[in-house]
C-alpha cells in the first residue's frame, strides 16, 4: 500500500472524474501505464486500466470527504466487487492480446490522503 498527502482534498476533487484523474496521474507517477480509462459495459465498469510491468492492473477509484462515515476502501461492496470482476472478464475476452497476462484489482482511495492498495480483492 503507497500514501501520499494531499493538499485540500475538498478544493481539488469536485467530481469522480476529477478524483479518477488524480489517481491516475498518481499511477502514471508511480510507473504505471494507462491502458484504458472508464471500460465499460453492461455488467459494469472499470475505472482505469493499467499495465504495472507485466501485470494488467483493474483500478476502482474511490474518493470520499476526509469526515465521511465510511472510508473509500469500506464503501466496496461485495456487489461492486462483483461488477468490476464481470467487467474485468469482459474486458479480457475483448482484448486477446492480454487474455494470458497475470491480472489484479487494485484500489485508489482518496480522502485526506492517496492510498493505492494493489490486489484489494481476488476475483
Sequence with gaps: MTGKRLGDPNKAISTGAAAEEIACQFLL???????ARNFRTRLGEIDLIMDDGPVL?????????PNALVSPLESITLGKRRKLVRAAHQYLQSHPDVQHRQCRFDVVAIADNIRWVKAAFDA
Excluded: D
Design 57 to 65: 492492473a483493474f483500478v476502482e477509484v474511490r474518493f470520499r470527504k
Design 29 to 35: 507517477s508511480e510507473g504505471l501505464n494507462l491502458r
